[in-house]
């Protein structure tokens, strides 16, 4: 390739860049955030859909480069790929934690005792006895479809994260929820029929 080529040359400049910035120039850092902001700022708004944890990503991401600038390889990625890669990792990581709270705060106010009075309690018996009901069918199913399930609706995983977690095929994931809950439909009759 040519080295006059703009691509070229943008990539051994901002090669030369980040050197200046691993050589602890913070000037360096500004020019990099200058040239790259509005496109990692873009990406993470897009992965997160919202502006304002999008800029806390693109300062982590700079804050992150600022301390690993000496152990960037031109010869692995160029900046604006290391920067892109950098910036969704962030992104995603973000993205985990905040579907995990949204998970601990649904199950933490599933298990909030509800204390009710009269005329209600004959409605909480009910229920009581239904959720044991339905406790009850789910351990009368094989471990297998039980776990997918229990990972699915008490963990909150999707498919695709519980094939990761147990090592299992996706196919086989949704293989199994879907007999499983065939099984409870099947068994659970009469109690689906009374909620509707």
Do not use: C
């Not at 009710?116 to 471990?143: F, I, N």
């Not at 293989?175 to 499983?180: E, I, K, V, Y």
């Amino acid at each position: 390739m040519d080295p006059s080529t703009p691509q070229l040359s943008r990539a051994l400049a901002d090669a030369a860049l980040v050197q200046r910035i691993a050589d602890r120039r913070p000037e360096a850092l500004s020019d990099l955030y200058d040239r790259y902001s509005p496109m990692l700022l873009a990406l993470a708004n897009r992965i997160l859909g919202g502006q304002a944890e999008a800029e806390d990503v693109v300062q982590e991401t700079l804050l992150q480069v600022w301390h690993k600038a000496s152990s960037y390889d031109p010869a692995r990625s160029s900046v604006s790929t290391w920067l892109v890669l950098l910036a969704r990792s962030r992104s995603i990581d973000r993205l985990r934690t905040r579907k995990v709270g949204e998970r601990t705060a649904t199950a933490a106010h599933a298990e909030t005792p509800r204390t009710h009075t009269s005329p209600r309690g004959p409605d909480d018996v009910l229920s009581r006895e239904r959720q044991e009901r339905v406790q009850r069918e789910l351990e009368a199913l094989p471990a297998e479809q039980r776990q997918v399930l229990e990972l699915a609706f008490y963990g909150g995983l999707t498919q695709a994260e519980i094939a990761e977690q147990t090592g299992t095929p996706l196919g086989t994931v949704k293989t199994r929820t879907l007999l499983a809950m065939k099984k409870l439909r099947a068994a659970l009759r009469e109690e689906i029929r009374e909620l509707l």
